[in-house]
Structure formats: structure tokens, C-alpha cells
């Protein structure tokens, strides 16, 4: 008997050793038509063009692959392409929508099964089996044929994708589309330069040693080498971003440093092998950890594991990278653009970032940031080679990469560009002017960083401080949880760089969806379970030892404010203030000049909307996570490619909550700010105002942005915006509707 589920699992673990597109799609119409024992199994394909491509086939001719192409309604395939629904037909000639396309030689086939491919939505192509003789398919086969296409959809989205990309001939290149993760924004163009010297730690090939103490002297060299040459300080990015460098630079050396994987190292030495398959072995190990996390921003932390074990391993074998030196601006392209590569590039060369790899939390993403150009990350498993020394887009606000654009697509792209630049300069003079609206309104504009690195692009865009400081960097950079030394001199770096501007530090908001290494939770709903708050009062002291050091680290710069993440409950934060207070007085005994500074909390949690009377005393300003209060609000995981679609900060129950809750803030008499993407949106800065928030804080990149928008503003016409955004049914009529008055203000060159 036919089981679907196990018969559609097999077929694609049989898939995923096949080495091409080409070759995957035919293995599976031919595991198809074997397991189904039809005469016919095709795979056709929704191009980029939307039309529907034969892809694979076994039983039609194969002279139509490629060839045979239909729009969606046309014929029984295109049917079901636009219906998205199958059709069971006994004889398909009888069908009122059969095409017949002679290429095909399908004449012969009455039977006729096709299913719908779909993936979030949009239907990916049709599959389709059929038999010579006059019948329909029973409903176990039906079932199969459904059951494998919806593992299709699911498992070969991008496979799919790429079957239908034509091959580059000598008389035609066609255009190429790499859709991937916006790392940091911007539109450039530039030559590609194809990254070729990539050492991949998982392709080390593993030796046996020479002898124990042999191997443990040349790791232990080879480490050294690596933190001599960290300390450097590898300063040939320029003058601008030496901050942002070295900051990162500090992140590999306590990774370097940490006892735990010396350690595991040394460990796997003492079983035999070399010091190059130790290395590998232990790094890999403590890169597991990371990559198993469901937070993004640890996730990206795996990176920097990978580009130290890549520098360690090259001074093992004395195989140090040569500076690129081309003689044009260039858009670095390659596997894992990382930090190693930004140092041996002059920095007027380096105009963009193209990694098959990465994440937007990456530190790839942030030094690209810090240095202003474009970066796309996290293309997945696609083949870059074609682009080398040719003229490529990258746009890093849509995370789009074009290769061979034709003349009409590269004077767009070049119209926006000279549109930007001419934008970035006319809003350099900003930096020391106000964000004050027409009517004389002030707004606060801080910034949000996560890493040392953040730091010196906010104060060079003109923040007024750190809107959020996310502290878990101390904790992530290390294999044991950090000393209060470590911690101190970590957050005296952020508080006095920006003294005596304020600084928001939020304490640990770690715990279930980010699990440290040396510390693993394993919940089955993590971002409803033990995260944030809850976990640092179950761990007191843990949270005793970061405060301590935050309130050392405050002395002489006094301008630290401490945000509680997570909070849900009014006895949560009687307890944070109890173990505060503790800090103080532990630290005024051993004589540190100490005082308690201001709390307040991130509002994540929809049940703090109404507790806020309740905590209104013991709080003294409230900072509204529009990320997390939006994914909480509509039950959406915004990481979940599967329901991403649904989340959406301008969701009229979202501007519902926002207003009451900033109307309930000003009753209180309670200071209100908000930090996440809806800060640097310009339609949603237009209702927050409304909304009376005159605090926001935003990534360093689109402060000027949106502080030009701000001096262009009435507070008057936001509040008449706001009320008419509850006439609008849907998200895109309230952006399109805001959208035009920020056109009429002459501002359209912030609509992306």
C-alpha cells in the first residue's frame, strides 16, 4: 500500500543529493512516476515572467522541456496554476480547458492527475502524472501526488526557482535575480568582485597528529599569531571606521580568549589528531550551539566563530590573505563576506557586499552599515560565478541583486542611486540641527545599537542618545557567564561615548529563544516561556552582577538608565527595584560613588497595556518594542516565512493599541518612546506623532531621513492623519494615503 507521507520523504532525501537543479527535478519526476507506476510524470514551473515552464518530464517528449510554456488559465495545467486546485479527469481531451500541444507527443495519455505547487501563497508550478488508458486516479494516488507537492513547495522553493533560469548562451546573457536579506540599505552599482579564497571550516580535512605536544605548540602559536595580529587593530578601512573595526576586532579576541575553547581544543589534541582537525572539531561544536538558537541576533553570532577559526587556521598554515587591490570602486561577492575581507580592501573600493551568507544581525550587516554601503546577505545556495568583473545592482533596501541588467532596468537603477546620493548629502548638514517639526515641536531621535560597534555611527548621524542598548554581547562573546570586570569595562565604552547624552540599558533579555551556549533551555513555545525578566529574577544573581556593573560603570558619566525587558507582571517589577536597591547599597559600602539611576520598561508584553496605573510609581518612562508588541498583538511570528506576511506595524488593531497606550503615558505623565522598525518607517513616524510620541529611537542609518522628515511636518496634519487611518480597510490604502502627503511635501525620495 502507498503511504504518501513516507513515499513523498523518501523521494526528496533521494532528491538532495542530486548535483544541480536540473538533475534534482528529473529524479524526482522519475521517483514520481515510479512510485505511482504512471506512463507519465512532468514538472511544470512558474518562471519569473509568470508564465508556466515544462521543466522536467518523463513520457513527453524531450524536445519540450524549456519549450513548452503557457500562461496561467491556459490549458489544464495553467488551470489548475490559477485556480490552485487539482483536476482528477479521465479523459483530459473531454476537458473544456484541454490544450493540446503538439511538441509534447501527450496524445497518447487520456489519465490525467495535476496538483498545484504552493508556497506562502503563490503558486510555484503544476505536477502532473498521466496514463494511456481511459480512468481516473483513485484517492490514495491523489493523496501521494498532493502530499509530495506540498513537501516540494516546502523543502524546494528556491530549487523550483532557479529550474526555470535559461542557460547563458553566446548570443544571449540573461538577466539574473538573487532575492536575499536586506543587510544594510542603499542602492549601488558597481563590478562584482568574486571572492575565490574562502576557507570553509567544515571543508578542513581531518589528519592525524604528529604528536601531542607537536600539535599543542602550533595551536598554541597560531593563536597567538591571531590575537597579535587582532591587536593591530587592521586599520586599513580609513579613519571613520577605525571605532567601528576595532570594536568588532574586540568581539574575536574574547572569543580567542575564552578558557572553554581552549579547552576543547586542547581535548581533542590529547585523542591524537592534528591541531588544524581540532580546531575544526571544537569550533564546530561551539557553532552548532549558536546556530541552533531561534534568536537571529545570537544566530549571527556563529559567524564570528567561523571567521576566528578561518584566522586561526591560516596562521596554522601560514596562509595569510593578499590585499585586493582593483582599480575601480568593486562590490565584494562571495559565500561569507566577513570582517577579514573588509581589511584588505582600500575602503574608497569597497561600494557594496554581496554574501551567499549572513544574517541582517551579522557583523557583516553592521560594519556595512557603519561604512554607509549597500549589503544583501543570506542569498542561500545560489551560483555567484557568473557575476565575476561583470556590472551588477545591488539594492540593499529590497535585498535584491541583478546581475546582467539590460540598459532600460540600469538607467532606473542608476536614476535612484544619483537620487540617494544626492539625498545622503543634502541631509549631512542635519547632524547638529534639531528633528523640530514646522509648528515648533520637538522630537527626541536616539539610536539603537546592540554591538561596540553601533556606537560611533549614531554619534556621526547626530543621536541624541541610546534609545536601547542591547547588553547581551558580554554574555554571547563568552563560553562562562562574564566577570562584573568584563561587564564594566564593556558598558563604561557605551555610557561614556555618548556622556552626558542618556543611554538605555536593558538588562539581560535572554532565556528560551535565546538560550546561551553554556546555558541551554529547551521549551516547546520559547517566546511565550522563560525569556527576559522571568529568567533574570530566577537567576538574582546574574542580574545583581550586570547591574552592579552598569552602576560602576555610570560613575563620572551619570547618564544611565536602566529598561526591564519582558515584564508582564506588577510583582516583576517590585522585585527588579528590591534587587536595584541591593546593588546601590552593596556598592556605596565598598565605596563607589553610586545612586540609583532612572527605570523604566519595555513595553513587549499586551498586558502591560493595562497595568500601567498599577506601575506608574515605580516606573519612569516606558519604551514601547513595536516589534515584539506587534508579533504578540497579532499572534505572528515575523522570522516565520510561513505567516511573515501577516505581520504588519500599520495593522489598524496595532494603531488601536499604540494610540491608547501613548493617551494613557501622557494621563500618567509618564515620558513614552519607541524603539523597532516602525521608528524608522516614515508612514508610521507620521501616525506616531500624531499619536503625541516625541521620542524615537532608530538604527544610525535612518536618522537623517527621518529627522528631514520631522522638520517637514505639521503636528497638526499627523493628528488629521491619524483620525482619518481608521477609515482604511487595509494596510497598503493607509500607506498609500499617507504615502501621498508625503509627496506633496516635496518628500518623496524617502518612499522606498
Not at 581552549?262 to 572539531?281: F, H, M, P, Y
Request: glycine residues 6%.
Amino acid at each position: 500500500m502507498l503511504n504518501p507521507l513516507i513515499t513523498a520523504k523518501r523521494i526528496l532525501i533521494s532528491a538532495a543529493q542530486a548535483p544541480d537543479s536540473a538533475s534534482l527535478m528529473r529524479l524526482i519526476v522519475d521517483r514520481i512516476r515510479t512510485a505511482l507506476k504512471v506512463d507519465v510524470c512532468s514538472l511544470y514551473v512558474m518562471d519569473e515572467q509568470g508564465e508556466l515552464v515544462l521543466t522536467a518530464t518523463l513520457g513527453l517528449s524531450e524536445e519540450s522541456i524549456g519549450t513548452t510554456r503557457m500562461a496561467p488559465g491556459q490549458g489544464l495545467v495553467g488551470t489548475i496554476a490559477q485556480r490552485q486546485h487539482p483536476l482528477n479527469l479521465d479523459n483530459a481531451e473531454h476537458h473544456p480547458r484541454f490544450r493540446y500541444f503538439e511538441q509534447t507527443g501527450e496524445e497518447d495519455f487520456q489519465g490525467f492527475l495535476g496538483v498545484p505547487i504552493i508556497h506562502l501563497g503563490q503558486t510555484l508550478g503544476v505536477l502532473v502524472v498521466q496514463v494511456q488508458e481511459t480512468r481516473r486516479f483513485t484517492e490514495e494516488e491523489e493523496a501521494f501526488l498532493i502530499t509530495m507537492a506540498a513537501h516540494m513547495a516546502g523543502s524546494l522553493a528556491g530549487n523550483l526557482k532557479k529550474a526555470t533560469r535559461p542557460l547563458v548562451t553566446d548570443d544571449h546573457v540573461p538577466v539574473l535575480r538573487f532575492q536575499g536579506i536586506k543587510g544594510a540599505p542603499g542602492i549601488q552599482i558597481a563590478t562584482a568582485w568574486l571572492v575565490k579564497d574562502d576557507v570553509r571550516l567544515d571543508d578542513i580535512p581531518e589528519r592525524d597528529g604528529t604528536s601531542i605536544d607537536y600539535e599543542q605548540k602550533r595551536i598554541a602559536e597560531a593563536m597567538a599569531d591571531t590575537r597579535d595580529e587582532l591587536d593591530t587593530g587592521l586599520d586599513q578601512l580609513g579613519s571613520n571606521s577605525n571605532d567601528t573595526l576595532n570594536s568588532l576586532l574586540d568581539v574575536y579576541k574574547l572569543l580567542l580568549q575564552s578558557p572553554e575553547l581552549k579547552q576543547a581544543i586542547a581535548d581533542e589534541i590529547q585523542l591524537g589528531v592534528s591541531a588544524s582537525t581540532a580546531l575544526k572539531r571544537a569550533m564546530l561544536s561551539q557553532i552548532a550551539v549558536f546556530e541552533a538558537m531561534d534568536d537571529p541576533y545570537l544566530k549571527a553570532r556563529a559567524e564570528d566563530l567561523r571567521v576566528l577559526g578561518v584566522r586561526v587556521y591560516r596562521h596554522l598554515h601560514e596562509e595569510l590573505n593578499e590585499r585586493m587591490q582593483p582599480e575601480n570602486p568593486v562590490i565584494l561577492v562571495g559565500r561569507e563576506i566577513n570582517i577579514s575581507h573588509f581589511t584588505r580592501i582600500d575602503h574608497d573600493k569597497l561600494v557594496g557586499i554581496v554574501s551567499l551568507e549572513g544574517s541582517a544581525l551579522s557583523h557583516t550587516a553592521v560594519l556595512a552599515n557603519a561604512l554607509g554601503i549597500p549589503a544583501v546577505v543570506g542569498i542561500g545556495d545560489e551560483d555567484l560565478s557568473s557575476l565575476d568583473k561583470t556590472e551588477i545592482i545591488i539594492d540593499g533596501y529590497r535585498g535584491l541583486v541583478i546581475g546582467h541588467p539590460p540598459v532600460a532596468l540600469l538607467n532606473e537603477f542608476q536614476r535612484m542611486a544619483r537620487q540617494e546620493k544626492a539625498l545622503q548629502a543634502d541631509l549631512s548638514h542635519l547632524k547638529s540641527l534639531p528633528a523640530e517639526s514646522k509648528d515648533g515641536q520637538r522630537v527626541r531621535l536616539y539610536t539603537n545599537t546592540g554591538l561596540l560597534a553601533d556606537i560611533t555611527p549614531g554619534l556621526e548621524r547626530g543621536a541624541e542618545g541610546i534609545g536601547l542598548y542591547r547588553s547581551e554581547i558580554p554574555f554571547m562573546a563568552h563560553n562562562t557567564f562574564p566577570t562584573e570586570e568584563e561587564q564594566v569595562r564593556i558598558y563604561r565604552g557605551v555610557l561614556s561615548a555618548y556622556s552626558p547624552k542618556p543611554v538605555v540599558m536593558r538588562t539581560l533579555d535572554i532565556g528560551g529563544d535565546k538560550a546561551l551556549p553554556y546555558f541551554p533551555i529547551k521549551e516547546q513555545n520559547p517566546f511565550l516561556g522563560w525569556r527576559g525578566v522571568r529568567f533574570t529574577l530566577d537567576y538574582r544573581n546574574i542580574l545583581l552582577d550586570q547591574i552592579r556593573a552598569m552602576l560602576i560603570a555610570n560613575v563620572d558619566n551619570d547618564n544611565l538608565q536602566l529598561m526591564i525587558p519582558m515584564l508582564s507582571r506588577e510583582d516583576e517589577l517590585e522585585r527588579f527595584h528590591a534587587i536595584v536597591d541591593e546593588a546601590v547599597a552593596q556598592l556605596k559600602e565598598e565605596g563607589y560613588p553610586v545612586s540609583k539611576p532612572p527605570v523604566g520598561i519595555m513595553v513587549e508584553v499586551p498586558a502591560v497595556l493595562w497595568l500601567l496605573p498599577r506601575l506608574r510609581d515605580t516606573i519612569d518612562f516606558v519604551s514601547i518594542g513595536s516589534n515584539d508588541l506587534t508579533q504578540y498583538l497579532l499572534a505572528v511570528d515575523r522570522n516565520n516565512p510561513k505567516v511573515a506576511s501577516l505581520y504588519s506595524h500599520l495593522h489598524p488593531a496595532v494603531i488601536s493599541a499604540l494610540r491608547g497606550l501613548v493617551r494613557e503615558c501622557k494621563r500618567l505623565n509618564l515620558p513614552v518612546s519607541i524603539c523597532g522598525e516602525m521608528a524608522t518607517d516614515p508612514v508610521a513616524v507620521v501616525l506616531l506623532l500624531g499619536m503625541g510620541v516625541r521620542t524615537l529611537s532608530l538604527s544610525a542609518f535612518h536618522l537623517p531621513r527621518i529627522k528631514w522628515l520631522i522638520r517637514y511636518l505639521h503636528i497638526s496634519d499627523c493628528v488629521s492623519l491619524l483620525d482619518r487611518a481608521q477609515n482604511y480597510r487595509t494596510e497598503q490604502d493607509l500607506r498609500d494615503m499617507i504615502n501621498d502627503h508625503i509627496r506633496e511635501l516635496g518628500l518623496g525620495a524617502l518612499i522606498q
